[in-house]
């Protein structure tokens, strides 16, 4: 992966003694020209170089997933 990336957020994993979830933005994650993304991972330590799962979502997709997470949400 390259491109510059910006840390949004960084929330404690709940059910977890230290893992964290975080969110940044990604420029061009795939190479020059790439289409920036909102990146969400997952460690389940907080210290860990990378995050165990993570996910990256094109701008255009962001509206989706957020009302998608929202029902998910409610059904829980």
């Known amino acids: 992966m390259s491109g510059k990336v910006t840390e949004i957020s960084e929330i ?6 230290d893992g964290k979830i975080t969110v ?4 061009e994650p795939y190479g020059t020209g790439s289409e920036s993304v909102a990146s969400i991972g ?5 210290n860990a170089e990378e995050p165990d799962w993570k996910v990256h979502i094109p701008k255009a997709n962001i509206d ?3 009302d998608a997470l929202q029902k998910a949400k409610e059904a829980l």
């Open 42 to 46: 997952i460690s389940l330590q907080a």
């Open 12 to 17: 404690g994993l709940s059910s977890s003694n």
């Open 64 to 66: 989706a997933v957020i």
């Open 24 to 27: 940044t933005t990604i420029e």
